[in-house]
Structures are given as C-alpha cells and as structure tokens.
C-alpha cells in the first residue's frame, strides 16, 4: 500500500525537466561537462535532463571528442546530431 501511494503521488508532479535526443555514430557515448564527465548515455538516446545551458562531450573510439553547447527548455525536446571526425 505504502509505495503505491507514494509511486501516484510522484507520478502526478510536472515534469519540469527537458529532453535531449542524441544521435551520431554507433558507439559514440554523451558526457557531461567534460569529456571524462559522468555519461548520461550512449547513442542513439533520449535522456531527461533539468532546464538550462548544458555543456556536453560525444565520444567514439579513434575519433575526435565532439563539444556541443545545449540549451535545455522544461518541456521541450533539444535534438542533436553529431557527426565525429576520425582522429
């Protein structure tokens, strides 16, 4: 009973956080703030991520790191494709 209550109660919170949808080549991953920051996942992917400008490194073996700059809207979706440039 306990956790159920608690699991609708979260459940109708707004969301107030923004969505980022990464594509690039397979095997390249997203990091945060750095490009050995902690991964926030691997491509392709969607994560959810809290409103604000956002700093993140895509990284692929034998390619260059990739840094993009994202602003993140609550509510909204940020697509980005990245293309990586062999080392």
Not at 2 to 13: C, D, P, T, Y
Not at 28 to 57: E, I, K, M, R, S
Not at 80 to 85: A, I, K, N, R, S
């Amino acid at each position: 009973g306990e956790v159920g209550k608690r699991q609708a109660l979260s459940a109708s919170l707004p969301k107030i956080v923004g969505t980022l949808e990464a594509t690039a080549p397979d095997g390249t991953t997203v990091h945060q703030g750095a490009p050995d920051g902690p991964q926030l996942c691997a491509v392709p992917c969607a994560t959810d991520l809290p409103p604000g400008n956002w700093l993140l490194y895509f990284r692929k073996e034998g390619h260059r790191d990739a840094a993009r700059q994202v602003e993140v809207k609550a509510g909204q979706v940020v697509k980005l494709d990245v293309e990586m440039v062999a080392n």
